[in-house]
């Protein structure tokens, strides 16, 4: 299979200490879409787009037609996933870092705008905002859907490795079969049909992503066919931009029915509300080739000028930060007031405060997420140094670890049976708490044998006896380390507190457990060495 990564400028960055290779012009990519939906915000939560239903008309069509350019940007960021899908490689902390990035933005705004309410004493939105719903809602901002796009990208990070499987097991002619059907189904068909659909979800969802993860793929492997050169690549974007643009009137015009002789109209071909709205989603026919060719032509581009490839692999891992910051829920609809964009600003001052104002929360972004960048870096490493150390010393660390939850065992089982199962059963509060103290030892001690045999010394005892016999020795160093508990404490008591005399015997009772267990219960049993001849 041919390649059209080959004969691309590949770049090699560093990350985390590993090589990785990078298409200076997807990163350029990243970077420019961006800038493109932060454009798709600005002109509609700004109030700059006419309304079609309404007529266009003017100036009004420039703020259209910059719309109609910037809706590729979505698709198109989505695109670079799917174009290196045959060296995708799956990361559990890569996920991890990414679900860490929009929660450390979800939650880290909402705070500030609850800090700067409460100083400023604005209890409307106290009354408003702080309420549980609202508070689980920041916190867990994946599976609420608080940044749609970021949950449908870490859906589709998480079928990648699926994805890719099915990539690489089927021929050219299949993968092309696969994503020409997906599309005509989801895409084509919503394109010609003027009724809302019920698969129809506007490229707003995992399904939408998906089919343009394998359509990416198969540029990828095999190119696209209509578009070899960058001057193709812009034709096909301006084609694609004025197709948009047009199909505003003509699915409005359509959507009000053919009009007869006598002035009345003699059937409506599609719902008004609905018609208008078609061509501005993500997975419009039109959009989806402006999407491809705008991707095509940066994935053709060999930057050559190594100060602005350093500039471009600096810029491009930070971009996604802007986009959480902008689309924050407090902070969706309240920039463009910050920036006083209005409707009725005349074109030529209008025109000049976006070229002005989308830079600027461009650039505020990328240095906020630099920041964020620098503190998850000292997170990252401060994990490491963590990880390495419980490695060096990992027995001992499962051996607490297993330690605190058969604490835990023991206090919920001694609650449970003192005031719950024993309470009705043994009237006298004495006898019940022995009971209780009793039944709670023996399911902790059952606990801890398991937990010690399977997770801390990973015994190599197998069958019934020997088995038994390991467990009758655990339980007996258990007994024997209760009784010297009991007698330290009661010694101990005439010298010191006994919350004191507690903790300090506690923490002797534990070390002659782990000694017990690792040199005589779960003493692992020699291989005996034979003479080779």
């Known amino acids: 299979m041919e390649h059209s990564l080959e004969n691309k400028q590949i770049y090699t960055d560093m990350e985390n200490g590993k090589e990785k290779k990078r298409h200076a012009g997807l990163d350029l990519l990243r970077i420019v879409a961006m800038f493109m939906i932060i454009t798709l915000h600005y002109m ?34 989505v695109l670079i996933s799917g174009y290196f899908a045959s060296s995708f490689r799956f990361s559990l902390r890569k996920l991890v870092l990414f679900w860490l990035q929009v929660a450390f933005y979800s939650v880290g705004i909402a705070l500030v705008f609850y800090i700067i309410a409460y ?36 859906a589709l990070y998480i079928l990648q490795p699926v994805l890719n499987t099915a990539i690489l097991k089927i021929d050219k002619k299949t993968h092309g079969i696969v994503v020409l059907l997906l599309l005509i189904v989801f895409c084509v068909t919503k394109s010609v049909i003027f009724f809302r659909l019920a ?16 359509l990416a793929s198969y540029i990828g492997l095999y190119g696209v066919p209509f578009i070899k050169t960058k001057i193709h690549a812009v034709f096909w974007f301006v084609f694609s931009v004025f197709g948009i643009v047009v199909s505003y009137p003509l699915l409005r015009a359509l959507s009000e029915g053919v009009v007869l002789a006598e002035g009345k109209p003699a059937v409506r071909l599609g719902d008004l509300e609905y018609a208008v709205t078609v061509p501005m989603s993500y997975n419009y026919i039109f959009v989806l080739t402006a999407s491809i060719s705008f991707f095509v032509f940066f994935s053709l581009l060999d930057i050559k000028n190594r100060i602005l490839v350093k500039i471009i692999s600096f810029t491009s891992p930070l971009v996604f930060g802007v986009y959480l910051i902008h689309e924050h829920l407090f902070m969706r609809y309240t920039w463009q007031k910050w920036f006083g964009i209005s409707p009725e600003e005349n ?39 963590c990880y390495e150390i419980y490695q060096s010393k990992k027995e001992v660390f499962d051996y607490l670890v297993t330690g605190g939850l058969t604490t835990a065992i023991n206090w919920i089982a001694y609650i449970l ?7 009705k059963v043994v009237s006298d509060e004495t006898v019940r708490e022995w009971i209780a103290n009793a039944i709670a030892w023996v399911a902790a001690v059952i606990f801890a044998y398991v937990t010690n045999r399977i997770f801390v010394f990973h015994s190599d005892k ?72």
């Open 347 to 385: 074109l030529p001052n209008a025109l000049l405060r976006w070229l002005l104002v989308v830079p600027v929360i461009f650039f505020t972004g990328i240095f906020i997420d630099w920041i964020r960048s620098r503190i998850f870096k000292v997170g990252e490493r401060f994990f490491d140094i």
């Open 417 to 423: 049976c003192a005031y719950v199962l024993l309470n």
């Open 44 to 77: 509609d939560k700004g109030g700059l787009l006419a309304d079609w239903k309404g007529g266009v008309s003017g100036g009004q069509y420039i703020y259209w037609i910059i719309e109609s350019a910037s809706l590729c940007s979505v698709n198109a960021y």
């Open 462 to 533: 197998t069958g019934f006896g020997p088995v038994m016999k390991e467990f009758a020795a655990f339980t007996s160093a258990r007994v024997i380390s209760f009784v010297i508990e009991q007698v330290l404490f009661v010694a101990a008591l005439y010298i010191m507190d006994d919350i004191v005399a507690k903790l300090l015997i506690g923490i002797i009772v534990v070390i002659l457990n782990y000694v017990f267990s690792k040199l005589w219960i779960f003493k692992k049993t020699p291989v005996e060495k034979k003479d080779v001849q």
């Open 119 to 154: 100083f400023n004493g604005t209890r409307a939105f106290f009354d408003q905002w702080m309420n549980l719903f609202n508070l689980q809602f920041f916190c867990f901002p994946i599976v609420n859907g608080h940044y749609w796009f970021a949950s449908a990208f870490i």
């Open 199 to 214: 698969i129809d979800d506007r490229g707003y969802s995992i399904v939408w992503f998906v089919i343009l993860y394998l």
